[in-house]
């Protein structure tokens, strides 16, 4: 089946480290994206990317780092820049002007 | 950049009543506009969107109405059941050019009593 997959679930953070996040689609997608999610707060974008090898800051890109070497995937790394990563990051991807499919998410906790 | 106004941030409605959500935006460039459920610890699910070509979509339960003039959509759930229970978001998003990502409302907890 198509579909896009984050991992891991769940990832826990030492302050300092820098972590990756994993996203995978085989739709076939030429846009992938990144956003955040925090309580009451909805979602917010990270990166976008609408093609391999490029890709665009979106309104919360600080602290953040991503590539796009291949067309199923797009790997964001946390960086200790990132003074408040706790959240929950949602992958995305889409074709044309279609809607978003959205990944099951990686739940990100600083300990 | 656009902005976009999601209200209530918690409705509750008994089961079997209507539910109305309702967003604006600010952009008027903007010209699509997805209704996403999610549920706890999942990602987020399209339920139903609207271009701004059109006034209303209806798919069964949920329909999608849009005032271009006033800049506001609104999704409406009737014969509410409880697994419409979730957090519903609005979006908005220009879709004349490239793959842009979208702009979304702050969310919507729908609780549906029993």
């Known amino acids: 089946d198509g579909g896009i997959t984050q991992s891991p679930k769940y990832l826990f953070r030492k302050e300092g480290q820098n972590v990756t996040l994993s996203c995978e689609q085989n739709l076939n997608h030429d846009a992938m994206y990144w956003y955040r999610q925090d309580p009451g707060q909805g979602l917010r974008l990270i990166y976008y990317s609408q093609i391999v090898n490029d890709f665009q800051k979106g309104d919360i890109a600080e602290g953040y780092s991503v590539s796009r070497e291949k067309k199923e995937s797009f790997p964001l790394t946390v960086t200790s820049a990132q003074k408040n990563p706790t959240a929950f990051y949602l992958c995305?991807?889409?074709?044309?002007?279609?809607?978003?499919?959205f990944g099951s998410g990686t739940r990100l906790t600083v300990v | 950049g656009e902005n976009v106004e999601q209200h209530p941030s918690t409705l509750s409605v008994q089961e079997g009543d209507s539910a109305v959500i309702k967003c604006t935006y600010s952009d008027s460039a903007s010209n699509y506009f997805p209704w996403y459920k999610q549920e706890l610890g999942k990602g987020p699910q399209l339920i139903i969107d609207?271009?701004?070509?059109?006034g209303e979509k209806k798919d069964q339960r949920i329909a999608v109405t849009l005032n271009k003039t006033a800049k506001h959509f609104s999704l409406h759930i009737t014969e509410t059941q409880p697994e419409d229970s979730a957090v519903y978001f609005c979006?908005?998003?220009?879709?004349?050019?490239?793959?842009?990502?979208?702009?979304f409302g702050k969310g919507t907890h729908l609780i549906i009593q029993p």
């Open positions: 979006a908005a998003r220009y879709s004349g050019g490239g793959a842009d990502g979208l702009t």
């Open positions: 995305a991807s889409s074709i044309g002007s279609r809607s978003h499919t």
């Open positions: 609207i271009r701004s070509n059109v």
